[in-house]
């Protein structure tokens, strides 16, 4: 502790240190530059926000509208799902850090694990807990948005209220973007699973973490921008 607070930096090998802001800044960095990149190319969020738009476009044609509210309601299901997922990891590796040497020991059984102290492995499990507490946090954040959404789906006006089409274009603007926001969120909690094990790689080596990285950034964009399901989802717009 007192090497913590005396010559933080010494803490970890300079490669180590270089791992971890790689890391970061790939997060940061791929997160940003998927949303610019989808203004030009059209990510699989952005395609299926279209998709979201032309649906609470049809709400407003759409006299029974129940269907509409059960299906924006069974959307919160998968962000329900992880958010208590993360909850169940949060408090596992909350436990692993109460007993921190026995859970170095059994990592250090492992073939090709890197031989740390204590006090890196606390570093290391704390890392991941971060991400998955922001991964909750995420995933409460669009179950709540969704909410919103079904909310605006119940007090959409009756068929024959709108005065022109020019209103059902502005409700389908709206319901749609909030629910592309919850979707938008929704992902981010995804991302972060997906870049845990990353951090996990960092428990072989500070290789094995930027090499993971970098293989996770990568299926990233293969998903969002050259996946089957989008070029599905392309053509069924055009």
Same mark, same amino acid.
């Not at 989808?38 to 969020?45: C, G, Q």
């Not at 389908?172 to 938008?184: K, T």
């Given at each position: 502790m007192n090497l913590l607070l005396a010559k933080p930096f010494e803490l970890l090998p300079a490669l180590d240190w270089l791992a +971890?802001? @790689?890391f970061f800044a790939g997060w940061v960095g791929y997160a940003l530059w998927a949303k610019r990149r *989808?203004?030009? =190319?059209? /990510?699989? #969020?952005a395609t299926t926000n279209r998709w979201r738009r032309r649906w609470m476009l049809q709400v407003t044609w759409r006299e029974n509208r129940i269907v509409d509210s059960a299906v924006a309601q069974s959307l919160s299901a998968s962000p329900s799902f992880f958010a208590s997922t993360s909850i169940l990891i949060i408090g596992g590796l909350l436990a692993a850090l109460a007993s921190t040497e026995k859970a170095t020991e059994l990592v250090q059984e492992l073939p090709f694990a890197a031989r740390t102290s204590a006090l890196v492995f606390? #570093?290391? #499990?704390a890392t991941l807990a971060a991400i998955f507490v922001f991964a909750f946090f995420r995933f409460?954040? /669009?179950i709540r948005q969704y909410s919103f959404g079904v909310v605006m789906v %119940?007090? &959409?006006?009756?068929? $024959? $209220?709108?005065a022109n089409d020019a209103e059902r274009e502005l409700f &389908?603007? $709206?319901? %749609? $973007?909030?629910? %592309? +926001?919850?979707?938008?969120t929704f992902n981010d909690g995804l991302r972060a699973y997906y870049l845990s094990f990353a951090v996990v790689a960092w428990f072989v080596s500070a290789w094995a973490f930027i090499g993971a990285t970098v293989f996770v950034l990568w299926v990233l964009y293969r998903r969002e921008f050259h996946s089957e399901v989008?070029? *599905? @989802? =392309?053509? %069924? +717009?055009d």
């Open positions: +971890l802001a @790689l *989808a203004e030009v =190319r059209p /990510s699989i #969020l606390d #570093l290391k #499990l409460t954040w /669009s %119940g007090a &959409a006006p009756d068929v $024959r $209220r709108y &389908a603007d $709206r319901a %749609g $973007r909030v629910m %592309g +926001l919850a979707a938008e989008l070029h *599905a @989802l =392309r053509a %069924g +717009l």
